[in-house]
């Protein structure tokens, strides 16, 4: 009866969504004439023998040159057969192998003497995408309705918000980023909480505890590393940096610590809010307390997910330096201490968030004095 009573309320939805993911796929296949790039579908392809590479340090892999025939998809070549010529590598760390029936984008077309050169410079990935995308969006709005309709809603307009940020970054030549990216940061906290609550007293006790947890996070790592004088922190480490990188990496700072502090006030506030809804004569007193208890049985899971994503974000690189003979002194220095610094501060927002956002939904949702 469930299941029927289910399927009565979401057919309709349920068809709507297939509908769109099959149009949406249909229009990305076919999309090619849309690209300005060229663009061209895999008609065969010759590979060569694999031949054995070993560097100073005994690395091995396997570098193998491919012969692809392409047909052109897009511009005024269309339908056009070239050859080209692509080289790969096992370990695939810097380069691709493609297989009959892969569209790829092509770089330095040119024609001479009635036949087409070009070089290969990477998949048209746009299907596989689109895909992903729709499929979290049917994931969002089967299994959580209006909650993950906003939720979505959210995540878009932050990325909006996002990208005109970076362009007053840009235009303003990174002289004022970290005020930039400060204001971003109020705004993202403020229109994902507002769409994601509502208008509500979880919104603002949430709202103000995130807030306040990241900006004495911020403004204690300011102090120390000021205080000593940077020492420890490469900014040089930060890759494909073309301005003043300390500004920059406080932004960062800021926008880690602020999603992580914004999680944990929300669960923290969800759950004094159903605490209130059961008990609605419950004191400050108890909801605080309530609030800190709960804060250090989530504080710790989220430090390590936290410390997890950075590991997994430096893992490779930093596996890479130590193959080639790098140290573990340099290794770290030059992959991993950013991270760490940046999971401190947030562990730091975290710790500081727990008896501020207590505090903030205790005096929302609380009675003055005792509980008889």
Not at 134 to 142: E, P
Not at 160 to 173: R, T, V
Not at 222 to 240: C, P, R, W
Not at 336 to 343: A, E, K, P, R
Request: glycine share 8%; proline share 2%; charged share 15%.
């Amino acid at each position: 009866m469930w299941k029927t009573g289910w399927w009565k309320a979401k057919y309709k939805l349920v068809i709507a969504l297939i509908l769109v993911g099959i149009g949406a796929m249909v229009f990305t296949t076919h999309d090619q004439r849309f690209y300005k790039t060229p663009l061209a579908r895999v008609v065969a392809v010759k590979n060569g023998q694999a031949q054995k590479q070993t560097d100073e340090f005994q690395n091995v892999d396997y570098q193998t040159n491919q012969t692809l025939t392409l047909e052109m998809l897009n511009g005024k070549y269309v339908g056009k057969r070239l050859t080209v010529h692509n080289t790969y590598t096992s370990s695939g760390a810097l380069d691709q192998r493609y297989y009959p029936g892969n569209q790829v984008f092509l770089s330095q077309l040119t024609e001479r003497h009635g036949r087409l050169t070009a070089n290969v410079s990477g998949y048209k990935r746009d299907v596989v995408l689109v895909f992903l995308a729709w499929l979290v969006i049917f994931l969002l709005v089967l299994m959580m309705g209006k909650a993950g309709s906003l939720a979505m809603l959210s995540v878009c307009l932050n990325a909006i918000l996002f990208y005109f940020a970076i362009q007053i970054d840009l235009k303003m030549q990174a002289s004022h980023a970290f005020l930039t990216f400060s204001v971003l940061a109020l705004l993202f906290a403020f229109l994902s909480l507002l769409l994601v609550l509502g208008p509500s007293k979880k919104m603002v006790a949430t709202f103000l505890a995130t807030v306040l947890g990241t900006s004495v996070a911020m403004l204690v790592s300011v102090i120390v590393m000021n205080l000593t004088h940077h020492q420890g922190i490469y900014y040089e480490s930060m890759q494909y940096v073309t301005q003043v990188p300390r500004p920059l990496f406080l932004a960062e700072t800021l926008l880690g610590s602020l999603g992580a502090v914004m999680d944990e006030a929300s669960d923290i506030v969800a759950t004094l809010h159903e605490l209130h809804e059961i008990e609605p004569t419950i004191s400050r007193r108890q909801l605080f307390m309530s609030g800190r208890n709960i804060g250090k049985t989530i504080m710790g899971p989220l430090v390590n997910v936290l410390f997890m994503i950075f590991m997994a974000d430096t893992f490779t690189s930093a596996l890479l330096y130590i193959k080639n003979g790098n140290n573990w002194g340099y290794t770290f220095s030059m992959n991993m201490s950013l991270g760490t610094v940046q999971s401190l501060v947030s562990g730091i927002g975290i710790v500081l968030t727990i008896p501020l956002v207590s505090a903030f939904a205790a005096l929302l949702y609380g009675r003055k004095g005792k509980v008889a």
